[in-house]
């Protein structure tokens, strides 16, 4: 898949791949760094691997530290019908060390722009951890449903039509 670069301060290259053209090196990464931020970080022991990574595009964007590649960026998207009637946003994430540098709102218009490319429509839907719900909402998003707990930890629907 096509790759591009983001003009920021922190120069990432996106890949945008289905599960089964990822490489054993990049899935190894992938499942690293979801398991260091929601796992780990977030104190939530929780089955990463729920099954649903077949049916999603991988976003990934990596950078170059002096240490190699680093998977600073990351985000499930699926199509209409694979989780919700929606296209749909999962495990969006920042490494830890990109955290800050606005790679997290560089992600989400990455990931928007891939949803509106692939011609999914126009709605998407995100479960969003509460505390993140006004970093959603820039981008258009609103709340859909009331509180809810997933892994002991609040969440709440929103939606982008």
């Not at 096509?2 to 120069?11: G, I």
């Amino acid at each position: 898949m096509p790759t591009k670069s983001s003009p920021s301060e922190l120069t990432v290259t996106w890949q945008f791949s289905p599960f089964d053209e990822l490489t054993a090196g990049e899935l190894y990464a992938v499942m690293q760094v979801r398991q260091r931020v929601f796992v780990v970080e977030q104190q939530c022991p929780y089955l990463d691997a729920d099954g649903s990574d077949h049916m999603a595009l991988h976003l990934l964007g990596w950078r170059n530290t002096p240490d190699g590649l680093l998977l600073s960026a990351y985000a499930r998207l699926f199509p209409p019908g694979a989780k919700y009637t929606e296209a749909s946003i999962g495990r969006v994430l920042t490494h830890p060390a990109a955290r800050g540098s606005g790679l997290g709102k560089a992600l989400m218009v990455e990931a928007l722009e891939r949803i509106a490319e692939a011609e999914w429509g126009t709605a998407v839907r995100v479960a969003a951890q509460m505390y993140l719900e006004g970093f959603y909402e820039e981008f258009g998003f609103r709340r859909v449903s009331e509180p809810y707990t997933e892994d002991d930890i609040w969440h709440v629907d929103m939606l982008r039509d």
